[in-house]
Every structure is written in C-alpha cells, then in structure tokens.
C-alpha cells in the first residue's frame, strides 16, 4: 500500500489572481446586453494574457454575422435553438451541439430567419476575431480586451452596474 499523495502548496495552475477557490457566476449575474446587429452578449471571463474569452452570445433570428477568422481556437456548445455556417449550411449546430474551430477557419454564423426565438451559444475564443469584407479585406479586429471594454460600456449604457465579469491577466 502506498502513502497518500500530499497536495503541494503550489499548484501547478495558471492562477486566478491569487484565488484559490472556485469562481461562480449565476446565469442571471451578468446582464446580456445589445451588441447590435440581433446580438446580445454576455461576458463570463477574460484572461488577457492568453487572449481568452468566455461568453455566452444570444443571435436573433436571421442574424448573421460578418464573415471571419480567429487566430485562435474557439469551442462553442448551443445552447438553445439552431444555427450553422453560411459556408456549411448542412452542418446545423443545434441544442447540445459542440462545435470546434481551429485558427484559421473562414465562417459567416447564421442564424434560420425561420426560427421560433433566439439561438444561444456559450464560446471560449483564443486570439483575435478577424472581420473581413466581401472581398476579403479586413474591417475590423475584435480581441480578449476590447471584448471587456466594450461589454464594461455596453453594460455602463444601458444603467447596469460595472459587471463582475472574472478577469486575469496583465493589470488585475
């Protein structure tokens, strides 16, 4: 019989800001808020030195988004009604669909203008969003920070107050 592993008291663990437990936010803790377009978003977690963020996105129906890339992975789980890339319109994510996208991969999200109420996905996304234009210029480039700030203003805008959003990284 062997002794019993003692847990080090440095684990090797990317750390929360000098947290040692568990971080919990509750569905209606952070507000969606209207990024625009038939979207509404609501930030879970950024970690600026990885370039990551956590959020779930509610998509009207009929809405699509700008054509683009990430330079990082993203993973997304549906999490209420239906959606697919203009590219692959075969592919239906739909409730518990799990979807992986390498860097790289060029997509336009659709939303079935059909549909009975919103689409929700939760996304972790690594790196940047790269907008592009029809013919394939960039428009815009959307990262882990700006994503904060934007929802921090959004939030701000619409008389909510400054969202408990869980943030590591660089400055916190």
Known sequence: ??????????????????????????????????AGGGTHIQVLQVDL?????ILKTRFEPGCTIQKHFHTGSVFAVTLKGQW????????????????????GSLHTLTVPEDQEGETEIWFAIYGANVNLDEDGNVTSLTE?????????????ANGHPEPNVIVMGEGH
């Open 84 to 103: 697919y890339y203009k590219e692959q319109p075969d592919v239906v994510n739909s409730p518990g669909s799990y979807l992986f996208e390498p860097a």
């Open 1 to 34: 019989m062997t002794e019993a592993a003692q847990i080090p008291e440095q684990l090797p663990i990317i750390p929360a800001v000098g947290s040692k437990s568990a971080v919990h936010i509750g569905d209606s803790d952070l507000p969606f808020v209207d």
């Open 49 to 53: 030195n990885q370039g990551l963020w």
């Open 144 to 156: 882990a920070a700006g994503v904060l700030q934007a929802y921090k203003d959004l939030c701000a």
